[in-house]
């Protein structure tokens, strides 16, 4: 079965995300890349490659040319706008367009016009001063999710590298605020969906997820902290009896070596920190963001926009090729 090509959003257009799917396309043959489209502005990328001394040539196209298209030239959807921003100097006036970057690709992959969104990193402040309604990437993608097929989707973040994957339960809150966001529902939700995409999309039959404590030690139970047997033991004991392989909680320090990772297939952490540092430390240049919950696939590079490193060539594209490949390997699972 043939597969549709990946839809590449531009990203913030001053950050590195553009100049790394100049350079991915250029790396197409030794990485073995899938066929991919970008959605941005075709001349931005043009003067972007001059710049930076890449000989990509750049073919506008619609999604059903470009697998054809894609061995001799990088296929670009435009957008109808023009990209005014330079490297390292994001321009307000782009939000339209980062905006339209992302909605005209989910949209592509909703209709099955494209097998997965690569979403580049954005920037939230030029996007927020520009009226931007939504917290973040993910979350305007669960809006878009649920504008196109009338169903709420409860989007959940995983980092995702070969060798561990980790999802925080609550996300991008103070640290104080963790212990009242953290609920028995919102444990058992997200080990739900954590679950059901492990075995729908990553093709593992019985997926084995370990729940790390919120405390030192998981609490010494109750010396250190309450919220471990109080909130998280009956969750797992919630999933369990839903016929989900749950376990823990387990004391965080000791659940990342080795030889703990083999004997699970997800870690479930309590607060972004907790899921975010072990794997960085593993994978910082290869791990993926990959968006569970969601009606279609969506991956993006786990890094940010870099404005200080913008246009000189010196970003890395290992973790987007990553995200290319995990998206490619998804989709293909999915058909």
């Known amino acids: 079965m043939t597969m549709n090509p990946l839809a590449v959003t531009m990203g913030e257009p001053a950050g590195i995300g553009p100049e790394l799917v100049l350079q991915a396309w250029l790396q197409r043959i030794p990485r073995d890349l899938p066929p991919f489209f970008v959605l941005a502005d ?129 996300v991008h809150i103070p640290l104080s605020h963790v212990p009242a966001a953290l609920t028995r529902d919102l444990i058992v939700e997200t080990g739900r969906i954590v679950a059901h995409d492990l075995v729908t999309r990553f093709g593992i039959p019985h997926p084995r997820l370990a729940l790390a404590g919120l405390n030192p030690h998981a609490g010494e139970e109750g010396a250190l902290g309450g919220e471990d047997a109080a909130v998280i033991a009956p969750a797992i004991a919630d999933l369990k009896a839903e016929g989900i392989d749950a376990s823990g909680p387990w004391p965080a320090d000791t659940l990342f070596h080795e030889t703990a990772r083999a004997r699970y297939d997800a870690v479930l952490a309590m607060y972004h920190d907790q899921a975010l540092i072990p794997i960085k430390t593993i994978a910082f240049d290869r791990a993926v963001n990959v968006t569970l919950g969601l009606p279609f696939i969506r991956t993006s590079p786990d890094h940010g926009t870099a404005f200080d490193i913008a246009g000189t060539g010196k970003a890395d594209t290992s973790s987007l090729v990553a995200a290319i490949k995990l998206a490619a390997r998804l989709a293909e699972h999915a058909a």
């Open 42 to 170: 075709p001349d931005h990328l043009a003067h972007l490659a001059e710049r930076l001394g890449h000989a990509v040539p750049i073919v506008v196209t619609e999604p059903g040319r470009a697998a054809e298209m894609f061995p001799l030239a990088l296929p670009v959807l435009p957008l109808d706008m023009a990209v005014l921003a330079e490297p390292g100097k994001p321009n307000v006036a782009d939000a339209p367009a980062v905006i339209e970057s992302i909605r005209a690709a989910t949209t592509l992959v909703l209709e099955g016009r494209a097998s997965a969104v690569v979403t580049s990193p954005i920037s939230k402040a030029p996007l927020l001063r520009a009226g931007f309604q939504h917290p973040g990437h993910t979350e305007f993608l669960g809006a878009l999710a649920e504008q196109h097929t009338g169903t709420a989707a409860r989007p959940v973040m995983m980092l995702w590298t070969e060798n561990l994957a980790v999802v925080p339960v609550t």
